[in-house]
């Protein structure tokens, strides 16, 4: 495949797609070229990565932004309030899942982009319940606790990794993405914390 520092082409039209996107656009994933394993060379295939990661992590930022303000808008709103905020919140969520099973990209990008977004919500599950334990110890009736405790569970944004994202047929080709041990994200806080810059991002293998 040729072309791509030049006129664009497919490599070109891919960039400018996750710029729009992960700015908080809606470009249309329809109109993105079929890219397969052999067009680029695997360097290529590794600054593309830099650009999927870095528009995920834009789009999973936008996404934490939503959820705190749309958290501290009905924060005193009364039991169900903040169960429904995490159930709408979760729209967002399975639009990145989506996105990562986009059938244009190899199946070996797919999972790995797609595993990165399922630990990333998986994280944040995890420390929305920590923060509740602080809340807790920090004079927070129990009874208001134990009832956004019971919200947060009830309405788990993990709920959406039961779904399925997009058929992704293949043997996949791993490795494009390095994983290495990370501390969870912070996630998105509806109690006044200011909200994450996004997802934490893999090194990707130097070219």
């Known amino acids: 495949m040729t072309g791509f520092w030049g006129d664009g082409g497919a490599y070109g039209a891919w960039v400018a797609h996750l710029r729009e996107w992960g700015a908080g656009g809606d470009p249309d994933p329809a109109a993105l070229p079929v890219l397969r394993p052999e067009d680029w060379a695997e360097d290529t295939w590794r600054r593309l990565a830099v650009h999927l990661q870095e528009a995920v992590a834009a789009r999973f930022g936008h996404w934490s932004t939503a959820l705190s303000a749309a958290a501290a808008d009905r ?3 009364g039991p169900g309030a903040f169960g429904r905020t995490l159930a709408h919140s979760r729209t967002g969520l399975r639009g990145l899942r989506r996105f990562t099973a986009h059938p244009g990209l190899p ?3 797919r999972e790995e982009l797609g595993s990165l977004v399922d630990e990333s919500i998986t994280r944040t599950q995890q420390a929305l319940e920590e923060n509740l334990d602080g809340l807790a110890a920090s004079g927070v009736p129990p009874g208001t606790v134990e009832l956004m405790r019971r919200e947060l569970r009830d309405n788990a944004l993990t709920a959406v990794l039961a779904e399925e994202r997009a058929p992704a047929p293949g043997r ?19 109690w006044g914390a ?12 130097p070219g």
């Open 75 to 77: 924060a005193g709103a």
């Open 194 to 205: 200011p909200p994450p810059d996004g997802p934490p991002r893999r090194r990707i293998i």
């Open 172 to 190: 996949p080709r791993r490795g494009l993405l390095r994983r290495r041990p990370a501390e969870p994200a912070p996630p998105p806080d509806p």
């Open 107 to 109: 199946e070996h990008v």
